[in-house]
């Protein structure tokens, strides 16, 4: 075999791999006229090849042992393409209209071959920042974490099946490392890598330096998410891991996946929409106020949630007889004990989304990785004004979390801030 | 070799395989002469032999792929025998003082080899039953116990090392879930293997099936028992894993080992303390009304926890700026907010503790194993009589845990209960 160790590939090796491989091969019906191949990856770590040919398409993703954005002075782990291809094919099977096929996966190269999510498909974040509306996203963002964090819990899985996973994922901790690093770690410290809209939110980034009671809530979160392993969790659930139409909605890059709190995800996505909203003010002008535009993601915020609640205690209900060990039907079998287990869940599941969705918000304001919806906002002092709102609103929402009792109430803190 | 794979053994075999084995026959300087080997094993799920020959002594413990109480009618894999070797050594390595030393394992046979514990070492179980005072007991089982659970947590732990021991041990999944079955489950259900009491305490089981909050807290509780992977503990750490004299104090039998709740352990020792408290009036008479034992007894479940405490948060302090990864020094390092961050944790641990503790009690008293401190209270009155009270503060504790705010709290509710 040609690639029997693993070599990072180019454009002209990628044709290579391609030919020796009957499962990508296949793919375009072996026909090579026309072929192009264009490297896309504008993420952060990994490289994205799009192959099209007049008989098909797909595309390439290769892990290479550090992080692009950074280099090889950041060395991680090539075997996240194993946990992306292991997540991507679990998620798949368990929600296939919102999650692009795998058709190949190479463990020696890192290398996952996948569906090709052709235009109009753009990344959410960018079409959050152009300003168009997706009507379906909140319908199939929830029905996407409901389906593959219920069944990945247990209270779908036996305790055997839940132990089996949890211990393959364990190796995914380098990624798990990182996290924990820029999440939960260097936005509370001075770290080199830290970094924000200098001079104006100066004194903010200090100030979460020094909140002692943001640091103690932030402790409890790194902790859930240390030692918590209630499903199969994306890990990386921003809205620059989504791709979307006006009809389609695919959830792409689950390298970080492993058995953490379901709430990381959800905050996940949750709280790069609170980012998106924040940013609309910077994105105004030329006789768009975004007004109209910031109704809908609240809409759409308040939506998740709540379709979400509603999708998952409906897994819930129509599985509640079935092989999940969490609750036994033997015990739980009477309908007002399941309606308080369940609101009891799901308010834990609740604080659990607006604590970690803080999390993800305040890491993207002072931490490493910044995120396009600001860092497209030109005028410094703008950005700043629209950062510092969204640092606001998610101090609140780490520190008061419990005492938020529905999303409307986020909706109603966020648009206090805003005003 | 003779044993290259498994078999049971018996007195005769045994000797065949000590010869065959130098980590054994040493320890007896290979002198066969007055060697007396017998079957001791008066637990509920291994055969264990003392051997003991002029020169030297060990106990053997081989596990069987069933449940010795019951039979070959209920399989469990001999794999236990690895973990229960990895826990003896990982724990004895933490803390030499409190745990037998491994001389040999075989995990083909499931077989350890360790120190024999000769006597006057009894079963603390038989020790608290026949009204036997130990005055090290608190702070020899708090420090087993701290140590134990302080050096394999996240605070000390990196998340590499944390990852890697946790995925080991999703290994002993079938323990784990004997555990949930006997524990979290059937004394929450009709079963079979349930039994108590009866007639006098027929109606207390069905209230304990009945209470739909009791079943929602104890639904909690399994959750952070399946899902939360704080620290290695010992799994089983009830009065009967207890070997004791005056002086010395020995945890044997962790066999359930795992990476779960630390206040699994601190609670079943604790809660095993509090149902020999409430078994003594079982075991009054002759002129000794067990007054001043009683007395003992609760001094000796409020010292554990309150030295427990303190043993804890100072191996935390010692190791704050350590390799532990779950608060960062350079985070964490002011005393004001080391002592908030210290509080926290400790209020949920002891939270955590009164409800795993009250579970282990209820279901001692309507599950399937019951422990000698009731059983050999031989008038079935007065020994329902017993069991009521232990199964009443068992079921405060479980549901109220949280009002609790100190041990002394709970050594009110007890003599409250007792009176
Ligand atoms: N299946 C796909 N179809 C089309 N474009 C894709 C696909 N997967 C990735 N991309 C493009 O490549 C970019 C980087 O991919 P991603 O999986 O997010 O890599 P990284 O892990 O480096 O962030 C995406 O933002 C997207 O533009
Ligand atoms: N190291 C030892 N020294 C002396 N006696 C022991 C030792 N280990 C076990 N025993 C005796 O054997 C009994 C059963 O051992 P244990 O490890 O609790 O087995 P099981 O897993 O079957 O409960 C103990 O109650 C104790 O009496
Ligand atoms: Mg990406
Ligand atoms: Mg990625
Ligand atoms: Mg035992
Ligand atoms: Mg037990
Ligand atoms: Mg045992």
């Known amino acids: ?235 990386d659930l921003h809205t620059g891991s989504v791709m979307v139409t006006h009809d389609s909605t695919q959830v792409i890059d689950p390298e970080f996946a492993f058995y953490g709190p379901m709430g990381f995800d959800i905050g996940a996505f949750i709280g790069n929409l609170i980012l998106a909203f924040f940013a609309q003010d910077g994105h105004a002008g030329q006789g768009n106020d975004r007004k109209i535009y910031k109704e809908w993601l609240l809409r759409t915020i308040e939506d998740t949630w709540n379709l979400f609640h509603q999708k998952f205690t409906a897994l819930w209900d129509e599985n509640k007889n079935g092989s999940g060990e969490a609750y036994l039907p033997a015990i739980y079998n009477n309908p007002e004990l399941q309606k308080i287990v369940q609101e009891k869940y799901m308010k834990e599941l609740f604080h659990d989304t607006l604590g970690f969705g803080a999390a993800k918000m305040i890491r993207r304001i002072v931490g490493v990785a910044h995120v396009e919806d600001f860092e497209s906002i030109k005028e410094a002092n703008i950005r700043a004004g629209c950062e510092r709102r969204a640092l606001e609103l998610a101090k609140t929402l780490l520190k008061k979390r419990r005492d938020f009792v529905s999303i409307g109430e986020v909706i109603s803190a966020m648009k206090q801030v805003q005003s």
């Not at 798990?176 to 830290?194: A, G, H, I, M």
Request: hydrophobic share 40%; glycine share 6%; net charge negative.
């Open 1 to 235: 075999m040609a690639f029997s160790e693993f070599r990072p590939l180019d454009e002209n090796s990628l044709i290579a791999y391609i030919k020796a491989t009957p499962s990508l091969s296949s793919e375009i019906s072996d026909s090579y006229d026309g072929l192009e191949i264009k490297e896309v990856g504008d993420g952060n770590l990994n490289f994205v090849y799009i192959v099209v040919a007049p008989s098909g398409s797909f595309v390439i993703k290769q892990a290479l042992p550090y992080i692009r954005c950074i280099g090889e002075s950041w060395p991680m782990t090539k075997e996240r393409a194993y946990f992306e291809a292991v997540a991507l094919k679990e998620h798949g099977g368990l929600c296939p209209q919102h999650v692009p096929q795998v058709y190949h996966f190479d463990r020696t190269m890192s290398l996952i071959g996948m569906r090709y999510l052709e235009p109009p498909h753009i990344i959410l974040r960018k079409g959050l920042i152009a300003g168009i509306q997706y009507p379906l996203l909140a319908e199939h963002m929830s029905e996407y974490m409901a389906r593959t964090l219920f069944y990945t819990s247990l209270l779908f899985r036996s305790t055997t099946e839940h132990k089996r996973a949890v211990a393959e994922f364990c190796g995914n901790v380098e990624l798990c490392r990182l996290t924990e690093q820029v999440v939960f770690s260097d936005p509370y410290k001075v770290s080199e890598y830290n970094r924000w809209t200098s001079p104006y939110l100066d004194r903010d980034a200090d100030a979460v330096r020094e909140d002692n009671v943001l640091k103690l809530e932030v402790a409890e979160l790194k902790s859930k998410f240390c030692e918590r392993a209630q499903a199969l969790i994306h890990g």
